[in-house]
């Protein structure tokens, strides 16, 4: 997982190393800019500007997590930031947004509707994409540049191209309305960047340990369970992170296949608690805050696996 | 409740579990072929799965995509290329596209010119700070953009004067002696629609750097030795050295970007649903399929913005194949 069997990049073609996992990386034989400097803090001014620009990306968020925290009085008559400069809102902070959000939006069942929707979406396409990667890695056989070509391409098509004609099969079966349909729909969109992602790793996977497999005797299945899943799980662990983000965050899809009621998820329910603003700010930036704190955790916790993904392949749809 | 979970659950197994069961049973029926037809066969059967979803779900529904732009609304009568020029003659969908083309201008360009930043002076900060700042920058990307709508709306909401505001921007704005402004209605030199580039913006930044960021630190260090020792300023080593040698980076950011901003939905729908001259084609194509009930012309608007994609997918084309090469 360090740097030495990195993805390839779409990005810079033949170089090495570039996605090493992790933000700060492993510079291989990197020894310029910050050769000399070591130890010795950056100039005033460059610490300014990130300073200034981290100010500017974050204050959205604080200001959004101190309203959900804010009474109903305090967050109509005044904005977030007096929280500063009277000090005894403070003593006035509440969660009681949350419960009451969560409550009166029936925020607790789109929850579990997000979790019903994601995890299928996200776990069943790895394997089937798996399987089509290693083809792709490691078989020779007609038509198999073409095909792989089209999944390069199928990566730009954009989901609008599929949602009326699923639309139309999806009433005849009667599953509109119903996780399944959306399940099937994000595998389905999902499907070509899942291959792509996992064969563009299998490919930088030594060849030589296929063929000495081979030369044991062991036949595709087995090479493929017992050599190659464990060897790809970086790779399966970033596409998963990809599509669980993607799937949680959607809102298209979700719309058009479920819809909102009963069966919908977290983002569908916010934008419906979003038209009703009457009810209070304050609930309002709950409510938003409580459909965004899975996926910043995930988000956290394997940004690594997430950063991997993004230099192996920087295109989804 | 929890019978969803249940169900999620048994979901998960049954795919999973039919997956592993259809590749076993797949992998046994190519068995059953004469051996010398195994290595032949193999390969289709371990890509049939994932090439039967691609095309149920994407290449199928494309074609009957292209045949419903050629039909009436409720797709049970031909109409030609009426959908096409219904839509290209309407003055609204010249504005969406307009818009569109405006976005497609704005977005991709800041997005770089702040990935750039971000990257190569956070490049110059310790490890510890290095992946502080980089982290905030990043974060955006997990939140969805309706979440990331929410957060926005806390900045450009607008009260009437007299009222405290708590928006931000008008909070800045009234300060400095302004009368509130209603910003998203605001469609003079297209200022709402920027406003809503910031929010995607603000989300990919951290994208571009992290691309970005990866390809600096790939640049030889001893072309920058060479021009330091020549003395050589930052900034024109920076242009003159950094940039080209990551030239294959930005444009691949710039096109995953422009690929990002063509499909972008669910910002514009969430802020202005479209009002006040702010509608992109994206949208657009859900108005017309779920508001005005016509997939004549929800399926016109589509095969338009997939012939804008075409050069795209050839440029990515391209460049897959000249990675392949190199590899």
Redesign the interface.
């Known amino acids: 997982m360090s740097g030495t069997r990195s993805v ?13 996992g ?4 492993t ?1 291989k ?7 000399g400097d070591i ?1 010795k ?3 005033l001014w ?2 300014t ?2 300073a200034l ?2 100010l500017l ?5 604080f ?2 997590a101190f ?1 959900s925290l804010r009474d109903r009085v305090d ?7 007096s929280v500063f400069t009277s000090p005894s809102q403070l003593s006035r902070l509440t969660v009681e947004n949350y419960s009451q959000v969560i409550a009166q939006a029936d925020l ?2 789109a929850l ?2 997000s ?3 994601t ?2 979406a996200t ?3 790895i ?3 798996a ?2 990667a ?3 890695a490691f ?3 007609w038509g ?1 540049d073409v ?1 792989l ?1 089209l ?16 639309l139309n099969i999806y009433g005849q079966l009667g599953v509109n309305g119903q ?2 349909a959306a ?3 994000h ?3 999902g ?2 960047l ?2 792509y992602l996992i064969r563009n790793y299998m ?1 930088t996977l030594p060849k030589e340990v296929i063929e000495s497999a081979k030369i044991d005797g062991a ?3 087995q090479t493929f369970w017992k050599l190659i899943v464990p060897m790809s799980v970086p790779a399966l662990a970033s596409f998963a992170i990809f599509q669980f ?1 993607w799937v ?5 899809v979700a ?2 296949f479920i819809g909102p009621g009963g069966n919908q998820p977290l ?1 569908i329910a ?2 419906s608690l ?1 038209g009703q603003q009457g009810q209070g ?1 304050q609930l ?2 709950a ?2 805050f409580f ?2 704190i899975l ?2 955790l ?3 916790s394997l ?1 690594r696996y997430f ?1 991997r993904g ?2 192996a392949g ?2 989804k749809g | ?1 929890t019978i ?2 249940i ?3 048994l ?2 197994l049954c ?2 579990g039919g ?2 069961v259809l ?1 076993y049973l797949l ?1 046994k029926l190519t068995d059953l072929f004469p051996r010398r037809m195994h ?2 066969v ?3 059967v ?2 049939l ?3 039967a ?2 095309s ?3 290449l ?3 074609f ?2 292209v045949v ?1 732009s050629f039909a009436n609304r409720d797709s049970t009568a031909w109409v030609g290329l009426q959908n096409y020029s219904d839509l290209l003659g309407d003055r609204g969908f010249q504005q969406t596209l307009f818009n569109t083309l405006l976005w497609i201008l704005v977005v991709p360009a800041l997005t770089i010119v ?1 990935g750039l ?2 990257a190569t ?7 510890g ?3 502080f ?15 990331a ?7 450009y909401t607008q009260r009437p004067p007299g009222q ?5 921007l008008n ?1 800045i704005w009234t300060l400095l002696g302004g009368d509130p402004v209603a910003w998203l209605q605001l469609s003079t030199g297209r200022l709402n629609s920027l406003l809503l580039m910031v929010i995607l913006i ?1 989300t990919q ?1 951290g ?1 571009a750097m ?2 970005l ?3 600096i ?2 640049v030889p ?1 001893d072309t ?2 060479a021009a330091r020792i020549d003395g050589a300023a930052e900034g024109r080593i920076f242009f003159a050295i950094i940039v080209p040698q ?1 030239r ?2 930005i444009i ?2 710039f ?2 970007v422009i ?1 990002g901003v ?2 972008t ?2 910002i514009v ?2 802020m202005t649903n479209g009002n006040f001259n702010t509608n992109v084609i ?1 949208l657009s ?2 108005q017309q ?2 508001v005005n009930r016509n ?1 004549g012309s ?2 016109a608007i ?1 095969v338009l ?2 012939i804008v ?1 075409i050069p ?2 050839a440029y ?2 391209r ?5 392949e090469v ?2």
């Open positions: 390839t990049t779409t990005a810079a073609p033949g170089r090495s190393a570039t996605g090493s992790g933000f700060t990386g510079r034989g990197r020894a310029r800019a910050k050769s130890g803090p950056a100039p460059v610490r500007v990130l620009l981290c990306w974050i204050v959205p968020v200001g959004l309203t967050a109509t008559d005044t904005g977030w930031w607790g069942t579990v509707n979790l019903a929707i995890i299928p776990i069943i396409p394997l089937i994409a399987f089509a290693y083809a792709f078989m020779e056989f198999r095909l070509v999944i390069v391409s199928l990566l730009v098509v954009p989901n609008q191209v599929a949602l009326t004609p699923l996780f399944i399940w099937l729909a595998i389905g969109f499907m070509s899942a291959v490919a036949s595709h299945y983000l949680w965050n959607d809102l298209l719309l058009v983002t916010l934008v979003l700010w309002v930036a409510g938003g459909t965004m996926p910043i995930v988000f956290l940004q950063v993004l230099t920087s295109v | 409740m969803k979970i169900n999620a659950v979901a998960v795919g999973v997956a592993v590749f992998n290595e032949r193999k390969p289709y371990f890509i799965p994932a090439f979803a691609i149920l779900y994407l199928f529904p494309f009957q995509t419903y702040l930043l971000i002076l956070a490049d110059r900060l310790r490890p700070g290095e992946k700042t980089k982290t905030i920058i990043f974060l955006p990307l997990a939140i969805s953009a309706v979440g709508g929410t957060i926005w709306t806390f900045i405290a505001q708590i928006g931000l909070a603000w930044a994208f992290v691309l960021s990866a390809a630190k790939g260090s920058l030795e990551i294959a980076t691949t950011v096109i995953t690929i063509l499909k939905f669910d729908y969430v994206a194509y859900y399929q779920f997939s929800a399926a589509v913005l997939m994609m795209i997918m990515q084309v460049q897959f194949r000249a990675q190199a590899r």
